[in-house]
T-cell receptor, first 114, second 113 residues
Framework: GAGVSQSPSNKVTEKGKDVELRCDPISGHTALYWYRQSLGQGLEFLIYFQGNSAPDKSGLPSDRFSAERTGGSVSTLTIQRTQQEDSAVYLC????????????FGDGTRLSIL | GIQVEQSPPDLILQEGANSTLRCNFSDSVNNLQWFHQNPWGQLINLFYIPSGTKQNGRLSATTVATERYSLLYISSSQTTDSGVYFC???????????????FGQGTILTVHP
């Protein structure tokens, strides 16, 4: 079956521009996660959505970052007024709703800020 | 929060050799996953193993939850095993928060032909 799908796979933009990254989770997975992988910081959690509950935003690094999940499926991560330190690979994962379920990752979006 | 330490940070092998990667974590966990990140950056699930032992082909993993560590064994290594191996853990704090994975820094494995 289809895995987690992310788009675009690569994004190059100028400092100060806004970017939107998209994630389409595995069908039937109601939990969705965003992570970021950057040099020197490793893999770090950003935000988590579970069904209709309020998202866990505890990992968002600044108020320039936001995310939404429409219809309980597709999610968009938005970065406003991008900075060079935002350059990273942004990974999305999804899992079944039950506790202790493994997370499955997409191929990521490689974001480069010039 | 939970701390995750992986060792060794780097490992170089000749094709055919065996290896053991270790993951130590600082507190009780409800979920532990091992991932392989290939040279193209894809993060591939290897094992979901909060406790016990699992095997999948040349790979196997053991988690001893009471002693807070997990081991990943790679036997008869191949060049395609090269990449970064990550251990990630999750602690369920209760309620409806199924939570985030906390990743170790990874082990970089290079297998030479």
């Amino acid at each position: 079956g289809a895995g987690v799908s992310q788009s675009p796979s690569n994004k190059v933009t100028e400092k100060g521009k806004d970017v939107e990254l998209r994630c389409d989770p595995i069908s039937g997975h109601t939990a969705l996660y965003w992570y970021r992988q950057s040099l020197g910081q490793g893999l770090e959690f950003l935000i988590y959505f579970q069904g209709n509950s309020a998202p866990d935003k505890s990992g968002l690094p600044s108020d320039r970052f936001s995310a939404e999940r429409t219809g309980g499926s597709v999610s968009t991560l938005t970065i406003q007024r991008t900075q060079q330190e935002d350059s990273a690979v942004y990974l999305c994962a999804s899992s079944l709703v039950r506790v202790y379920q493994p997370q499955h990752f997409g191929d990521g979006t490689r974001l480069s800020i010039l | 929060g939970i701390q995750v330490e992986q060792s060794p940070p780097d490992l170089i092998l000749q094709e055919g050799a065996n290896s053991t990667l270790r993951c130590n974590f600082s507190d009780s966990v409800n979920n532990l996953q091992w991932f392989h990140q290939n040279p193209w950056g894809q993060l591939i699930n290897l094992f979901y193993i909060p406790s016990g032992t699992k095997q999948n082909g040349r790979l196997s993993a053991t988690t001893v939850a009471t002693e807070r560590y997990s081991l990943l064994y790679i036997s008869s290594s191949q060049t395609t095993d090269s990449g970064v191996y990550f251990c990630a853990v999750f602690f369920y704090a209760g309620g409806t928060s199924y939570g985030k994975l906390t990743f170790g820094q990874g082990t970089i494995l290079t297998v030479h032909p």
